[in-house]
């Protein structure tokens, strides 16, 4: 028996102590201009970002944005309850950055971002993976 308690706390130790159900690729809605992208969500030091990985137009194909590589996302904690907050979130086709809200549910992220008292929603993203 002792050497099951042992074996398990091992098994937890070896987990990753970061893990978030937040964690992995989303697609966006539409924005502006008809286009999409995968953002993937990870960690970045003890706050959670994320990048613009791939980019579609409106037919959805894919193509090489000039945002691809950059950091959408930056500074969310996870306030708990499915809500993150605390960071930013930029919008490519407006060309600004607001303070941002997340609400996950499930397979769905609800993208919110205020700035100087208006607000927009992002919409509701999708988990790819």
Known sequence: MKKLAIIAVLASLSAPAYADDIYGTWRTIADD?????HIKISSCGS???GVLVNSFD???KAFKS????????WDM????????????????????TYS???????????VKGCVLGVCRSGGSWARVK
Do not use: A, F, W
Request: glycine share 24%; hydrophobic share 15%.
């Open 66 to 73: 000039e945002n691809q590589g950059r950091k959408l996302i």
């Open 33 to 37: 201009n008809g286009n999409s992208g």
């Open 58 to 60: 409106s037919n959805g």
């Open 77 to 96: 904690e996870n306030k708990g309850g499915g809500n993150y907050g605390g960071g930013k979130v930029y919008s490519p086709d407006r060309d600004k």
């Open 100 to 110: 941002g809200k997340l609400v996950l549910s499930g397979n769905s992220l609800n």
């Open 47 to 49: 706050k959670i970002c």
